[in-house]
């Protein structure tokens, strides 16, 4: 859910070392960050058990601010980023994880009121419906990007959130793995995300987005129900349409919403079927800047999955693999 984009460690004309680093910014020793992060955390509560427990033999990781690095540009043309998302293996194991979740999603689509098809195709784009949700020590990447510097502020949060949750008894330290960004679990949230919008679906009294599919798939739901205007219960993410011969690609904006009567005029038909009878509607052409023409409309809840990744690449994909799963 985490995506942020900077320039590669080889453009920047150096290693991507926690010494080169500390000496460029001045953040001073790794050691003595933590001691700062530690007074802060004993200031706001959290306990020095676990402040022992996530800062055992904590080091400084060179290969999440190398990755960190690498997330400058995003080199995938449309195509090659569907294809990529949408093979069938995919679709399959999708298929698979909604026949096998069927009635835990249907109780998280009563309670959310959002389309447990989004869940899964969500699902399966953060962690391949469970399987990988990350090797990452999160106290120690998230340690190591708010040390080096560039978002301090941003990963300090993050990191202080991440104490808490430890120190709520939601996970253990040794089972806090994630991304190098320090995203989490199934849904891959950031800490932060995690306290405002993670769920105890079942009742056992933890929020456990790792291991336990209950919270994980009702913590996503949730996700979208609650940001921003909310999630429109039994309305459409999107669909392919086609567009006329000379289409001002400067409308297709998935911020200009306009009544699908407007789009009609203009000559926008829809690929497979006919338009819906009412609405606002954005046009996105996601491959628009390489020379890619695909384009879609979207709706109110493509701007909802956009909230969990703001990205058209991202949350086309995921409106196309929801068609398909289910």
Not at 16 to 43: H, M
Not at 99 to 114: D, K, Y
Not at 155 to 162: G, H, P, S, T, Y
Request: proline residues 3%; contains cysteine; hydrophobic residues 40%.
């Amino acid at each position: 859910m985490f995506t942020r984009r900077f320039l590669p460690a080889c453009s920047l004309g150096l290693a991507a070392t926690p010494a080169l680093v500390r000496n460029a910014r001045g953040q001073g020793s790794f050691s003595s960050f933590l001691d700062g992060v530690r007074t802060e955390a004993r200031r706001n509560g959290v306990s020095a058990n676990i402040l022992n427990q996530a800062f055992a033999n904590l080091q400084p990781n060179d290969r999440v601010l190398e990755l960190d690095r690498r997330q400058a540009e995003f080199t995938q043309t449309w195509p090659q980023y569907r294809d990529a998302r949408l093979s069938q293996t995919r679709i399959d194991a999708g298929r698979r994880a909604y026949a096998e979740n069927r009635a835990l999603l249907q109780a998280i689509e009563a309670r959310f009121r959002v389309s447990s098809r989004i869940v899964v195709a969500i699902w399966g784009m953060e962690t391949n419906y469970g399987s990988f949700t990350g090797n990452f020590n999160v106290i120690e990447a998230l340690a190591t990007l708010a040390w080096e510097g560039r978002r301090a502020t941003f990963f300090r949060a993050e990191l202080m959130a991440a104490l808490r949750i430890l120190d709520a008894g939601h996970v253990r330290v040794d089972r806090m793995r994630g991304s190098y960004a320090g995203a989490m679990g199934q849904p891959q949230f950031m800490p932060t995300s995690f306290e405002r919008m993670a769920v105890d679906f079942d009742g056992d009294g933890r929020r456990d987005i790792w291991d336990n599919k209950a919270d994980a798939l009702g913590s996503i739901a949730n996700y979208l129900a609650r940001s921003g205007s909310g999630w429109r219960e039994g309305e459409i993410w999107g669909f392919e349409v086609q567009l006329p011969g000379r289409f001002d690609t400067t409308q297709a904006d998935h911020r200009q919403m306009r009544a699908v009567a407007e789009w009609a005029r203009m000559g926008v038909t829809r690929t497979r079927g006919s338009l819906p009878q009412g609405g606002d509607w954005a046009i996105v052409i996601p491959g628009l800047s390489r020379g890619d023409t695909q384009a879609f409309m979207v709706g109110q809840n493509f701007m909802q999955i956009r909230r969990y990744n703001p990205s058209n690449f991202y949350a086309t994909a995921v409106g196309l693999l929801s068609d398909r799963v289910a």
